[in-house]
């Protein structure tokens, strides 16, 4: 693991540091085959700073779960669009620490460099983790595109201030797309390729979707215990 920068306490810090580190990004090709691939996601109360993370690693031909991973932190930064990976991270990286299995690729429910500084969670994330990671969105955070085809599969590149920054990505027939980007270390056309192989018959692709129903579990136990 990287330790990239000290965690800041402030809107504005966490912006520089972003524009410190951006360069650092590396959008290229897979250097090697993928077995192993692991969905990562947080839940909190929206104005409340305790954060619920967790990991869950996937064998990819088969999907089946080898490997999960909680923790449960408390977090000071503010809830700011574009900043959310500040109070992620932090929680991500204790979860991280806690697997058995280090997965070959990491996706994560945001994005990577669909982000007005190139600097999505997955992206952020890649750096401190070092290996290849993406994004799968449900909402867009920046960037324009062009409705995808119906069919599952379809997807069209995301545009923003004229540089393709990631896909609106249909995983089902006729129902609204997902939005995938690189994060570090994988290039767009992987990362689509990945979310396609992660199909579980839902809209979001079987990591995040696991991941997601992980940390409420977590969030619901903690809250009733």
């Known amino acids: 693991m990287n330790p990239l920068h000290e965690w800041p306490d402030s809107p504005e810090a966490a912006i520089a540091i972003q524009q410190q580190i951006r360069g650092q990004v590396r959008i290229q090709p ?55 990976s500040f109070r992620e991270i932090p929680a991500l990286l204790e979860a991280w620490n806690n697997l058995t299995i280090m997965p070959d690729v990491v996706v994560f429910d945001g994005h990577g460099i669909a982000h007005p500084r190139r600097l999505g969670i997955a992206a952020h994330a890649g750096l401190w983790l070092n290996r290849p990671t993406l994004g799968c969105g449900k909402s867009v955070l920046v960037g324009r595109y062009e409705e995808p085809a119906l069919e599952r599969g379809s997807w069209s590149p995301m545009l923003h201030r004229g540089e393709i920054i990631g896909a609106a990505l249909r995983t089902k027939n006729k129902v609204n797309p997902v939005y995938v980007s690189p994060g570090n270390l994988i290039d767009l056309e992987t990362s689509v390729s990945l979310m396609l192989q992660c199909d579980g018959g839902y809209r979001i692709p079987e990591p995040t979707r696991r991941a997601h129903n992980l940390v409420n579990t977590v969030r619901r136990a903690y809250l009733n215990a």
């Open 30 to 84: 897979l250097t090697g085959p993928v077995e192993t691939i692991a969905g990562c996601d947080i839940s909190f109360n929206k104005f409340e700073e305790t954060v619920y993370a967790g990991i869950v690693v996937l064998r990819l031909d088969t999907l089946e779960t080898i490997a999960e991973a909680t923790a449960i932190t408390t977090t000071s930064f503010p809830y700011v669009p574009g900043l959310l």
